[in-house]
């Protein structure tokens, strides 16, 4: 089934079509980083900013902190807004450092949708790396020259880092945090996810290669720039806003478990 057909079909009335589907596909986006072992318990945040502003303020969607991915679904997530207002009554509240390093992005980018951030092992050991992130494969080269960095502060509950954390992201779209994690933007949640996707295999990929001994063949500054640019325009069928196998990955966690889009 598709993501409107989701939308369409569990819609409660008091939502409009377009703010449904942005939670259907925000709840299969955190059943997603899940199922792919991306997740850190009960932590971490992923936000789509809604279409329509509630008392002339901004508003994004938000999982409700102690919520475990795998309970998440479209009617639970919560709406705040860019001042940090809960807008929903819920047992489970906004998470500080998701409202810290969330808003800051969606204050400043308006380019930008949806947001996901992890602490996954792989992206955390990368994020240790004083050289950070290799261009090793064709998947990770879409991240060549094209990922920010941004030192750690401690943990995220200092309003004063979002500065400086929305100056060391600039007009990327991908940040390793260091000694602290991963960070991507979407013009959707199924670009964001893709970029997450891949953000997290090149950090195993690295690693892995690292590990191994063996030495390292790095590409050069020319194979990797194409590449890279091969990834934004599109060539191979990535690069675009809808992600061409987001339905595919809806389907997989409509079988895995269909209540994500309730």
Not at 159 to 179: F, K, T
Request: glycine content about 8%; proline content about 3%.
């Amino acid at each position: 089934m598709s993501v409107t057909a989701l939308a369409d079909d569990r819609r409660p009335a008091k939502y409009s079509e377009q703010e449904w589907r942005l939670r259907v596909e925000l709840a299969a986006c955190y059943r997603l980083v899940e199922h792919f072992g991306m997740a850190d318990l009960v932590y971490n945040h992923i936000t789509v900013r809604l279409p329509d502003p509630v008392d002339g303020k901004e508003v994004f969607l938000i999982n409700g902190f102690g919520r475990h991915y795998t309970e998440i679904t479209a009617s639970n997530l919560l709406r705040v807004d860019i001042d940090g207002k809960a807008l929903d009554q819920d047992d489970y509240p906004v998470n500080g450092p998701g409202y810290v390093i969330h808003s800051a992005i969606h204050r400043a980018r308006h380019d930008v949708a949806c947001i996901i951030h992890t602490h996954s092992r792989a992206g955390c050991g990368v994020a240790a790396l004083r050289d950070g992130l290799a261009p090793l494969d064709q998947q990770s080269m879409q991240f060549h020259r094209r990922i920010a960095y941004h030192d750690l502060e401690g943990i995220a509950t200092d309003l004063g880092e979002q500065e400086r954390l929305i100056a060391d992201l600039g007009g990327h779209n991908a940040m390793i945090l260091r000694n602290h994690g991963l960070l991507t933007c979407g013009r959707s949640v199924a670009e964001a996810f893709r970029r997450i996707y891949y953000l997290e295999r090149a950090c195993r990929l690295q690693l892995d290669v690292m590990a191994s001994g063996g030495a390292i063949a790095v590409p050069s500054e020319k194979v990797a720039e194409h590449t890279a640019r091969q990834w934004e325009e599109g060539s191979a069928g990535q690069g675009t806003v809808d992600a061409i196998e987001w339905p595919a990955l809806v389907r997989l966690m409509e079988k895995k478990d269909p209540s994500f889009a309730t």
